[in-house]
């Protein structure tokens, strides 16, 4: 599965991690590696393996400067290449430093974030073509939080439509919209009736629910190779897309874009997703670390739990968090009972598998080749018992004139 991940371009960090030339390095830890990430007087993004090549000292303390990150214990730079541009410790006429380099990744720039590309160099792919990405900046907005957990079971939240109507649930006080994960619609039925359909780049997963009689509620989610989800947004309402990007074994680093295809996010929505709310999750300010962990318990209020929320904890990210890392940071599959409800969360391991044994194979997923395969969006809408679109409960997207109303 490792080898999968490193035929793919993975978001590392956010652009603004890496604030401006020059600026000091931030650690990252990607697929089991220790990495350190600069951007030089040029504004060029260098990720280099943290350990200097020569007695392994940490390049995190490093002195980014003059277009090279300087090893701080004997002098010894780097440039964004991992190339040893400078060797003050050995002689003027010494050619040691030819010999010497810096594991170095490719990096690159795109919607808000830093990607990296960690697998074979003769074979680099183009960058995902994530609409997103395309946007202006102030139509999108990026977060990134850890999670304490293998990076499959805390995606699989995102794939897992029937926990929305418990653990997401508010005791007597449903959202005015019933469509909204917190709104009727998710609490009237909560049984929802699957159907898959795998694609080159992953799968769509569509939910349906019985609603308002003889309506059906239907979401189409994404799950994209190897490791994004995209989650029905309410008709006309922003779009978020996540990435579940393994650090190790026991450890996922959680990168959220909201974003507006058609319109600049409004003030009151980027109030909302710097607070950490609305797709994001609060973390302790400076830091990529959750305010509500494992170690506080998710800061549950049993009070709370048994008056206003079905779980006590605030926050839908929170909720979800608490639910997967409490599987142990990696859960025991063997041990687990899967029901039809989990239809969505079977297929997206199936295919996971099936990426993994085709590339033993000789077999390059298409999506890792071709970026275009990455330009789609989830889908909701309410239809009317003939199976067409619902108007009236759709008029919230026909009113705004929309791109987004759909056939």
Request: glycine fraction near 8%; proline fraction near 6%.
């Amino acid at each position: 599965m490792g080898e999968l991940f490193r035929r793919f371009w993975l978001p590392a960090l956010l652009s603004r991690e890496l604030a401006g030339p020059d600026y000091p390095p931030v650690r990252v830890r990607l697929l089991g590696e220790d990495l350190v990430a600069f951007r030089d007087t040029a504004g060029r993004i260098g990720v280099l393996d943290e350990h200097c090549p020569h007695r392994r000292a940490s390049l995190f303390f490093g002195r980014n400067e003059e277009c090279g990150l300087r090893c701080v214990y004997h002098g010894w730079k780097f440039d964004v290449d991992g190339a040893c541009v400078e060797l003050p410790s050995e002689p003027p006429h010494s050619n040691f430093r030819a010999k010497v380099r810096a594991k170095a990744y490719p990096a690159r720039e795109a919607g808000g974030l830093v990607w990296v590309y960690m697998g074979p160099r003769e074979q680099i792919p183009e960058l995902p073509g994530f609409e997103f990405a395309q946007l202006a900046e102030d139509r999108r907005y990026a977060s990134r939080w850890m999670q304490v957990c293998n990076y499959a079971q805390a995606m699989e939240g995102d794939l897992d439509s029937s926990h929305v109507g418990f653990l997401h649930r508010r005791i007597g006080e449903l959202h005015e919209d019933k469509k909204a994960l917190t709104g009727a619609y998710f609490q009237d039925d909560t049984w929802p009736r699957w159907s898959i359909r795998l694609t080159d780049y992953g799968m769509m997963a569509g939910a349906s629910r019985s609603v308002d009689g003889d309506k059906t509620y239907l979401r189409v989610n994404q799950f994209l190779l190897p490791c994004y989800t995209m989650i029905a947004p309410v008709p006309g309402s922003y779009y978020t897309w996540r990435a579940w990007v393994p650090c190790d074994d026991t450890h996922c680093a959680v990168i959220a874009v909201t974003y507006c295809t058609d319109r600049p996010a409004s003030e009151d929505e980027q109030r909302q997703w710097r607070r950490g709310e609305a797709g994001h999750r609060r973390v302790i300010p400076g830091t990529i670390h959750p305010v509500a962990h494992r170690d506080n318990d998710y800061l549950i209020d049993r009070e709370l739990q048994r008056t206003v929320s079905y779980t006590g904890i605030d926050g839908i990210r929170a909720q979800d968090a608490a639910m997967v890392e409490s599987q142990d940071p990696i859960a025991d599959r063997s041990r687990e009972r899967l029901g039809s409800s989990d239809t969505a969360i079977i297929n997206m391991r199936k295919r996971l598998l099936q990426a993994a044994l085709a590339l033993e194979q000789g077999e390059v997923p298409t999506a890792a080749g071709d970026g275009t395969r990455y330009a789609v969006r989830p889908y909701s809408v309410v239809l009317n018992e003939t199976g067409e679109v619902d108007l009236e409960n759709y008029a919230r997207v026909a009113a705004a004139g929309s791109k987004d109303a759909g056939p």
